[in-house]
């Protein structure tokens, strides 16, 4: 874990990140529509495939090199670390949502994710 987050600076990192988080979706139903139909023996071209998956890629890349952490792509899945006391929570943005509005404890996973209400518990 390189970089950790306040709430604010993760709000203001997810609203940053939103129309390549956008992009991302939109690539992601694209590549499955595209292999989808490949795989049903339908021709696609596979350069076509390929460059979804790279642009998706780099997406992907993007979104790490910010310091946040991706935990899944479909759906997307974020988490912030955020240090709170002597140890550290993951802030955690799910596809959908509209704010960051749930945490967990890194061990715990999205399972044990929390309103962010029970974080002064």
């Given at each position: 874990m390189d970089r950790t987050f306040s709430l604010a600076e993760a709000r203001t990192?997810?609203?940053d990140?939103?129309?390549?988080?956008?992009e991302l979706?939109?690539?992601r139903?694209?590549?499955?529509?595209?292999?989808?139909?490949?795989?049903?023996?339908?021709t696609v071209p596979i350069p076509d495939i390929k460059a979804l998956e790279a642009r998706m890629g780099e997406l992907l890349d993007g979104v790490r090199a910010r310091g946040v952490?991706?935990?899944?792509?479909a759906p997307l899945l974020l988490d912030f670390p955020m240090e709170?006391?002597?140890g550290t929570v993951l802030?955690?943005?799910?596809?959908?949502?509209?704010?960051i509005a749930w945490f967990h404890e890194p061990e715990l996973?999205?399972?044990?994710r929390r309103p962010l209400a029970d974080l002064d518990r």
């Open positions: 990192v997810l609203a990140m939103r129309p390549a988080l956008d979706i939109e690539v139903a694209d590549l499955a529509t595209r292999a989808h139909r490949h795989n049903r023996g339908e952490q991706v935990k899944g792509y709170v006391g002597d802030l955690c943005w799910l596809e959908g949502d509209d704010d996973g999205f399972m044990g």
